[in-house]
C-alpha cells in the first residue's frame, strides 16, 4: 500500500489526475474505473485542463462508473450519468460508445443489467485503473458495511449515513434515493491498480479503520489492504486519525 498524505485538496487532486494521466499515456486503450462525489471532481478538473492543453488523448480510453442512484433519470443534476457528463465526458474526447455507467432502473432488467455491466468489463479485459472515493461509514462504491459484500455489480440499500451525508447535494435528505446500483468488489479487486482519495476531517476515522492493519467487510474499503497496488492519496485532514 502507497501512502501518500498531501496538504490539501488542491494537491490531492493534482496528485489524483497525475496517477490517472500516466496510467492512459502508458496505455492508449487503458479502462479506467470511475468514481463520483465531491472527493474527485478537482482531479476531474485537472484532467480536462490536460486535455485541452493536448497532453492527454482519451480516444480510446474506457470508462466504467462505479456506481448510480436507482430512480433519477439520466439527466436528474444529481444522477451520477449527469455528474460524470458535467465533470468529465462533455469535455473531453471520450467515445460515448467506451463509456458504462450501472442502470438506474429499478424495473425487471435491472439484474440483466447488471450482468451486462460485469461481462463487459470482463470483455475490456478488467480495469487498469480503479478510481475509488471513501463514504464516512469506509464504503466504497456503495458497498456499505455489512456481516458480507457481494462481488458482482448489485442493487443496494444504501445506509442510513450515506442517506445523510449525501443529503447536501439534494434539497432534502427525503429527495436521496434510498437505492442504488454499484459494482462490486469483484471487479474493484481485480483491478490492476487502485487509486483512492479522501480529503477533509469527515473522512479521518473511515479512513483510520480501513488502513489500520486489520479488515473488515463492516469498513469495506479495509478490504482494499489486500491488493497488491493501492496507492492512497489523502490530505492532512483525512490522514490525522492514522
Ligand atoms: C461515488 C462513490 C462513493 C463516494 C463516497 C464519497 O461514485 O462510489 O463511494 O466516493 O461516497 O463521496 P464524496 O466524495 O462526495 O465524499
Not at 2 to 19: C, F, H, P
Not at 42 to 54: D, I, Q, S
Not at 82 to 106: A, E, G
Amino acid at each position: 500500500m502507497d501512502l501518500q498524505v498531501v496538504g490539501d485538496y488542491r494537491e490531492m487532486s493534482e496528485l489524483g489526475a497525475k496517477i490517472v494521466s500516466e496510467t492512459i499515456q502508458e496505455k492508449k486503450n487503458a479502462v479506467l474505473g470511475l468514481a463520483t462525489g465531491s472527493t474527485p471532481e478537482g482531479m476531474y478538473a485537472r484532467l480536462v485542463e490536460k486535455y485541452r492543453r493536448g497532453d492527454l488523448d482519451f480516444k480510446s480510453v474506457v470508462t466504467f462508473n462505479l456506481d448510480e442512484y436507482v430512480g433519477l433519470a439520466p439527466d436528474h443534476p444529481q444522477s451520477y450519468h449527469y455528474y460524470m457528463k458535467r465533470n468529465l465526458f462533455d469535455h473531453v474526447n471520450l467515445d460515448p460508445v467506451n463509456i458504462s455507467i450501472p442502470t438506474s432502473s429499478s424495473d425487471e432488467t435491472l439484474e440483466e443489467a447488471c450482468r451486462q455491466f460485469d461481462k463487459k468489463i470482463e470483455h475490456a479485459g478488467g480495469i487498469d485503473l480503479q478510481v475509488l472515493g471513501i463514504g464516512v461509514n469506509g464504503h466504497i462504491g456503495f458497498n456499505e458495511p455489512a456481516p458480507y459484500l457481494k462481488t458482482a455489480t448489485h442493487l443496494v440499500e444504501l445506509a442510513e449515513e450515506t442517506i445523510e451525508a449525501n443529503s447536501r447535494f439534494f434539497q432534502s435528505k427525503e429527495e436521496v434515493p434510498r437505492k442504488a446500483v454499484t459494482m462490486g468488489l469483484g471487479s474493484m479487486m481485480a483491478a490492476d491498480k487502485i487509486l483512492l482519495l479522501a480529503n477533509g476531517k469527515n473522512k479521518a476515522p473511515a479512513v483510520r479503520d480501513s488502513f489500520s492493519g486489520l479488515v473488515s467487510t463492516e469498513t469495506p474499503a479495509s478490504l482494499l489492504q489486500l491488493h497488491r497496488k493501492v496507492t492512497i492519496v489523502i490530505d492532512r485532514e483525512a490522514a490525522s486519525l492514522l
